[in-house]
């Protein structure tokens, strides 16, 4: 683990400013997945190196090492960041991207199901699919973020992709010729990963929830859709989610219950994509696409 004279030893630098920043040996392993036996070696090899102490024995850094962090922890995290926007992944020869999304039912009522014309006007590119609700970070493994309410914190381009319109849905054989009366007597499913829709709605429509009949609780909206296709009861989501299943008779709108959202899909191709020039590209092709199932459903 010695360095020689000429060479600057690095491991031992981020090691210094992890405890630096983390005030004790103890924190610094565990932040960086060591031992602290590992770490003081560290602190021993960048004491000899520069030829002076960098912490006391309390623990606490002299004045020395209160400098030398100050002037090296900004350009290592700059280091640090710059390496992992720029990583290419193993196998970027391969003509894949990864797309992220947090919108599960958008991904399996839309997306999926036109990849494929996708992967053909590009030259087969396979596109693998991940949902996720975490807050991505720089070191996650996507080309694309497919959102509503997440941000990416690195470099990126953005597409909006769809302004949100709310619709209240039903089976035909419920809601055909009824008005928005009938929320009133008929449940309304309640999804749960999306609980500010329900009062978005309700706000619109000058109603509120003790004007309606709460029915049962689904995670997702791609769960509540067989419900309220085969069920006795209402569903309010997004119209470009139940779009073809109304285009295709098994779900009817319920006149007048149409009204923005105030969300909006969006669509980010980080810079560190090994394919940045077909994440680009396959966000273009989702922008046009939604813009063609919302003339659709206009129609």
Request: aromatic share 6%; charged share 20%; hydrophobic share 40%.
């Amino acid at each position: 683990m010695a360095a020689r004279d000429d060479e600057v030893p690095l491991n031992a630098i981020r090691a210094f400013v992890t405890v630096a920043r983390e005030g004790s040996v103890t924190r610094a392993a565990t932040s960086l997945g060591t031992t602290q036996s590992s770490v003081s070696r560290y602190l021993a090899v960048l004491r000899d190196y520069l030829g002076a102490d960098l912490i006391e024995r309390r623990g606490r850094l002299t004045e020395f090492g209160r400098l030398f962090a100050n002037a090296v922890s900004e350009p290592l995290e700059t280091v640090s960041f710059t390496a992992k926007r720029m990583r290419r992944r193993a196998g970027a020869g391969t003509n894949r991207i990864v797309v992220r999304t947090s919108l599960s039912t958008f991904a399996f009522s839309l997306l999926i199901p036109n990849l494929q014309t996708f992967s053909s006007e590009a030259g087969g590119v396979i596109v693998d699919i991940i949902s996720s609700l975490a807050h991505p970070t720089s070191s996650d493994d996507f080309d694309i973020l497919i959102t509503r309410d997440l941000s990416v914190i690195e470099p990126a381009d953005s597409w909006e992709i769809y302004k949100e319109e709310l619709v209240c849905v039903g089976p035909p054989n419920l809601v055909g010729g009824r008005e928005l009366s009938i929320v009133r007597s008929t449940p309304i499913l309640n999804v749960t990963s999306r609980p500010d829709i329900l009062p978005t709605w309700l706000r619109a429509m000058n109603l509120s929830s003790s004007d309606i009949r709460v029915g049962a609780r689904y995670d997702h909206n791609y769960l509540a859709l067989p419900a309220v296709m085969t069920g006795k009861c209402l569903l309010v989501a997004p119209e470009i989610i139940v779009g073809d299943l109304v285009r295709g008779g098994a779900l009817q709108i319920i006149p007048g219950t149409r009204t923005p959202s105030g969300m909006q899909y969006r669509a980010y191709a980080v810079d560190r994509s090994a394919h940045p020039e077909i994440a680009r590209s396959f966000c273009r092709w989702l922008a046009r696409l939604c813009k063609k199932v919302v003339l659709a459903q206009a129609a």
